[in-house]
C-alpha cells in the first residue's frame, strides 16, 4: 500500500492507547483535547467539536473519583458531559487549586487542534476501539461524523481512521480503504500475561497496530523550538520508564540489562548442555 500523507494527525480517543500508538509510530507530535481522556462515544465527541467545546469544562460539573487506577493523578468526572480526566489532577491537591491550570492546558489544546485543521488541507483523526470497553463506532457513525466536520471545516478534507480491535489469537491486521474514511482491525497484544486481569490501554504492546500505522504520514509543522522540547520531553518520558533521570543513568540501565540477557542466554545454553549430556547417560543405561 501507497503511504498516505496527511498534514496534520490526531486522537479522537477513545483511550490514551490512541494517543500512544499515534506517538510510538511518530504521527502525534503535538497534544490534543482528546488524547487522554475517557468516555463519550466518536460522534459525541464530533459533536463537542462542532460545538466549539461550548460549556464542556464548567467547575460545577465535575465530581471527585478518587484514585481508583493507582495512577500519579487523581481522577475526576464530568457528569453533564460524561467524560472523565484520570492523568490531569495533581495527586492530592484540591479541586479549586488544580482546575485552573487543567483548564488552561485544554484550553490550548483546543486552540491548537483547531489551528492546525485549519491550516491544512487533508487531516486525519484516528480513534482506536477501547481495549476494555465496547466502543466501537458503526458506518452509520462514522459517515454521520464525517458530514458534520465537512459541514464545520469547509475546504478541508477530513478523513478518519477507526481501529477495531480483533481477537487475541488473531495473526497480524489488516487495513481497508471504505467510502470516506479507513477501517484497521488489529490485535491488542499484551505486554504481559497476566490471569483474570482486565486488558488495559498501558498493558497493550503497540507495535501490531504500528506496523499498520506505518502506511500514514504526516508533514511536520513545528518550529524548531518545539522540535527541540518534543525531543526532550520524549527523552524524559524514556529515562522515566527505566527510573532515571539523565542520559547516563538510562545508559547504564541498559547496559545491566544487557549482560542480564547475556547471562540468562549463558545459563540456557548450559541447561540445554547439562540436559543432553543427562539424556545421554540415561540412554546409555538403559
Not at 492507547?17 to 488524547?35: Q, T
Not at 462542532?50 to 460545577?60: H, K, M, Q, V
Request: charged share 35%; with cysteine.
Amino acid at each position: 500500500m501507497k503511504k498516505e500523507r496527511f498534514d496534520y494527525v490526531c486522537s479522537l480517543g477513545s483511550s490514551c492507547l490512541c494517543a500512544m500508538s499515534l506517538r510510538d509510530a511518530g504521527l502525534r507530535l503535538s497534544s490534543g483535547p482528546f488524547d487522554w481522556l475517557l468516555g463519550p462515544s466518536l460522534k459525541s465527541r464530533v459533536d463537542l467539536i462542532a460545538n466549539d467545546f461550548a460549556g464542556w469544562f464548567e467547575p460545577r460539573d465535575f465530581e471527585f473519583l478518587g484514585n481508583p487506577e493507582k495512577f500519579e493523578h487523581d481522577s475526576y468526572r464530568n457528569r453533564r458531559t460524561g467524560y472523565k480526566f484520570s492523568h490531569d489532577f495533581e495527586l492530592g491537591k484540591s479541586f479549586e487549586e488544580s482546575f485552573p491550570a487543567v483548564r488552561e492546558k485544554y484550553a490550548r489544546r483546543i486552540d491548537r487542534f483547531y489551528d492546525r485543521i485549519r491550516a491544512s488541507r487533508r487531516v486525519l483523526l484516528v480513534w482506536l476501539e477501547n481495549p476494555v470497553v465496547n466502543d466501537r463506532p458503526s458506518e452509520e457513525e462514522v459517515a454521520a461524523s464525517r458530514r458534520i466536520l465537512a459541514d464545520k471545516f469547509p475546504g478541508v478534507e477530513i478523513e478518519f481512521l477507526i481501529v477495531d480491535r480483533a481477537p487475541d489469537d488473531t495473526e497480524g491486521g489488516r487495513i481497508e480503504r471504505l467510502d470516506g474514511h479507513w477501517r484497521m482491525v488489529c490485535p491488542y497484544r499484551r505486554k504481559s500475561t497476566e490471569p483474570g486481569k482486565d486488558v488495559r490501554p498501558w498493558d497493550i504492546d503497540t507495535r501490531p497496530i504500528d506496523a499498520l500505522l506505518s502506511n500514514f504520514e504526516t508533514s511536520d509543522y513545528r518550529s524548531a523550538a518545539e522540535r527541540r522540547d518534543h525531543a526532550a520531553a520524549g527523552r524524559l518520558a524514556k529515562y522515566a520508564a527505566f527510573g532515571v533521570h539523565t542520559a547516563f543513568g538510562y545508559a547504564l540501565v541498559r547496559l545491566q540489562i544487557k549482560i542480564c540477557k547475556l547471562l540468562l542466554n549463558r545459563l540456557r545454553r548450559r541447561g540445554i548442555s547439562i540436559r543432553r549430556t543427562f539424556e545421554v547417560q540415561i540412554g546409555l543405561c538403559r
